[in-house]
C-alpha cells in the first residue's frame, strides 16, 4: 500500500472509531486504526493529522445522517444559547463542533466560562434546576501539571463547561486539531450566527419553547441514579442493586432491537418504582412516568410483572388470553425474557449517562425522519 492509500486508510478507521463512540481521542483513534491496519511500526509521517481524520467523521456524518444532522445543529445552537444566557456573568465563549458546524452523532455543547470559583457557576446551575457533575482533571503538558474543572451539564443536550480564571478571558486558545486559534463565539456572536446560518428561526419564541418543555431524560435520570443503593433478595437478583440489573436488561435490550426506543426505554425504566415503593414498584414505577412515556412503553412496563406469570403457567385463563390479544404480546415476552437473563454478577454495562445518551440520539433521529 502506497503511503498516500496508507495515511488514508488510516484516516479513514480512525475516524469511523471516534465516529462510533469507540474512542474519543484522536492520538488513540489513529494509533488503534494504524495497528489493525499495519503489520509492522508505522512511521509518524505516515499517520494523518487531526484535521484529516475530522474531515472522515464529517463525511460519515453526512452519509448516515443527511438533513437531520441540520435540525439537529440548529437545535444544539438553540440550547447553547440558552444556558449561555443563564450564565452570562461568566462571559461564556461556544466553542468546537456547535460553533464550528461540525457535528457528529453524540457531539456535547462545549462552553468555556471564566470564574475563580466553580461555585457560583454550580448556584446558576441549581437555580435552573440543572443535573450536573464537578470533575477536576489533571493534564501533564509540556513537563507542566495543570488541573482543568470541567462540569458535565445533562440537558436536552449533554454540556461541557470548562472553568478557566476570570483573567483568561481575553487569552487566545488555539486548537490541537489546526495548531490556530479556536473560532469561539460570544453570546452575542451566536444569536448572529444563529440569525445568518438558521433565519427560519425565532430564536425569542424557540427559546420560550425551550423553557416550557419538560425533559424526560433529566428526569429518568434522577429516577434511576438512587437506584444503585436498592438491594434486591440475592436468590432472585444474584447480580445486586437495582440499577446493575436494569443496565443489564438495557444491554441485552439493545442487542435485540437497537432501533426500538420504546421497548429499549421499558429495558431501562420497568424497575425504578423499587426506589419508591417496593412492595408495589410497578404502580409507583408508572406514577413516576406519568406524561413522560409513550402508552406502548406504560403498557409493557405495567404488565412485565403479569409475563413472569405466564411464563410460569400460573397466570388465569382471562389474563393470559388478554396479554395475548395485545399487539405487542410478542414484545412482552422479548422484556420479560431479557429481565430474567440481566441478573448475571459481574456483567459488563454501561453508565446510566451512556445509556440515555444512546436513548436521545434514538429519540432526535427519530424526530428528525
Not at 486508510?9 to 489513529?30: D, N, Q
Not at 446551575?125 to 501533564?140: A, C, F, N, P, S
Not at 425551550?210 to 434511576?224: K, N, S
Not at 406514577?287 to 404488565?303: C, F, S, V, Y
Request: proline content about 4%; hydrophobic content about 40%.
Amino acid at each position: 500500500m502506497s503511503d498516500a492509500k496508507l495515511r488514508h486508510a488510516i484516516a479513514f478507521e480512525a475516524a469511523r472509531l471516534m465516529y462510533e463512540r469507540v474512542e474519543s481521542e484522536y492520538f488513540t483513534a489513529k494509533r488503534k486504526a494504524a495497528k489493525r491496519l499495519c503489520r509492522g511500526n508505522v512511521k509518524p509521517s505516515d499517520l494523518p493529522s487531526n484535521a484529516e481524520i475530522r474531515d472522515q467523521i464529517q463525511a460519515f456524518a453526512r452519509v448516515h445522517e443527511g438533513e437531520a444532522r441540520t435540525a439537529n445543529l440548529r437545535e444544539m445552537r438553540l440550547h447553547a444559547l440558552r444556558l449561555m444566557r443563564v450564565l452570562c456573568r461568566f462571559r461564556p465563549r461556544l466553542i468546537g463542533s456547535v460553533m464550528t458546524g461540525h457535528i457528529r452523532k453524540g457531539s456535547d455543547i462545549d462552553l468555556h466560562l471564566f470564574s475563580d470559583h466553580t461555585e457560583p457557576i454550580t448556584s446558576a446551575l441549581d437555580e435552573e434546576g440543572l443535573q450536573y457533575d464537578v470533575e477536576r482533571k489533571q493534564i501533564v503538558k509540556h513537563g507542566e501539571a495543570r488541573v482543568f474543572t470541567h462540569v458535565h451539564v445533562f440537558d436536552v443536550f449533554n454540556f461541557e463547561l470548562t472553568v478557566y480564571p476570570e483573567d483568561k478571558a481575553h487569552y487566545v486558545f488555539t486548537s490541537s486539531i489546526t495548531g490556530k486559534p479556536i473560532e469561539r463565539a460570544s453570546t452575542r456572536e451566536l444569536e448572529e450566527l444563529i440569525a445568518r446560518e438558521h433565519p427560519e428561526v425565532s430564536i425569542d419564541e424557540a427559546l420560550a419553547e425551550q423553557e416550557e418543555a419538560v425533559d424526560p431524560y433529566q428526569l429518568f435520570r434522577l429516577l434511576l441514579l438512587p437506584l444503585e443503593n436498592v438491594k434486591q433478595n440475592p436468590r432472585y437478583h444474584p447480580e445486586g442493586d437495582v440499577l446493575y440489573h436494569l443496565l443489564q436488561v438495557f444491554e441485552l435490550a439493545r442487542e435485540e432491537r437497537p432501533w426500538d426506543e420504546e421497548f429499549l426505554q421499558a429495558a431501562l425504566l420497568h424497575d425504578v418504582g423499587k426506589g419508591i415503593d417496593p412492595y408495589d414498584h410497578v404502580s409507583a414505577g408508572l406514577q413516576a412516568l406519568d406524561g413522560l412515556i409513550t402508552e406502548r412503553t406504560a403498557w409493557l412496563i405495567a404488565n412485565h410483572m403479569l409475563a413472569q406469570e405466564y411464563k410460569a403457567g400460573t397466570l388465569g385463563h382471562r389474563a393470559r388470553k388478554k396479554l395475548e390479544e395485545s399487539r405487542d404480546f410478542e414484545d412482552l415476552m422479548l422484556l420479560r425474557e431479557v429481565d430474567d437473563r440481566g441478573r448475571v454478577p459481574g456483567a459488563t454495562v454501561g453508565t446510566v449517562d451512556e445509556s440515555l445518551d444512546y436513548l436521545k440520539e434514538l429519540d432526535r433521529q427519530n424526530k428528525w425522519k
